[in-house]
């Protein structure tokens, strides 16, 4: 989304950074906030304890869910969480291409309807579906 690449580690004796940076959509300025996964609201490790203070301390216009579309089954349950807690979520399902390659088939019109969130696949790696994403997210902030 900033165009810029950013290096993770997570395992133990690192530090648990938030990284920052700014995109352009339409005519706004928006803040991309880059933080720590997690797997649940209800926090376990140092990561998912910051990430949880800030998406429920500072709100923000908009939560991209991003999530291996390989793993789908085990991380909705975080996506039901977000719904849950009233942040507007967007769905993205990376690394489809290697979804596909394992035969899995996403119906990206029904969940988009089941969850009642926008859900937009992507191949970040390659840039794929990141303009899409981008729309997506103009839509949804000129929504709210």
Do not use: W
């Amino acid at each position: 989304m900033t165009g810029s690449y950013v290096s993770v580690s997570n395992y133990p004796g690192t530090t648990v950074e938030v990284y920052r940076g700014k995109t352009r959509l339409d005519e706004n300025v928006f803040e991309v906030i880059d933080t720590p996964g997690m797997y649940s609201l209800s926090c376990i490790t140092d990561e998912e304890r910051v990430t949880r203070n800030l998406l429920l301390k500072e709100r923000p216009s908009v939560v991209l869910h991003v999530m291996d579309a390989k793993s789908i089954k085990r991380m909705l349950p975080l996506t039901l969480q977000l719904i849950e807690a009233s942040l507007p979520v967007i769905l993205v399902l990376n690394m489809m291409d290697e979804a596909e390659r394992e035969g899995l088939s996403i119906e990206v019109s029904d969940l988009e309807k089941r969850l009642g969130v926008p859900v937009v696949t992507t191949i970040a790696a390659l840039g794929k579906g990141i303009d899409e994403l981008k729309g997506k997210v103009s839509e949804y902030v000129r929504a709210a």
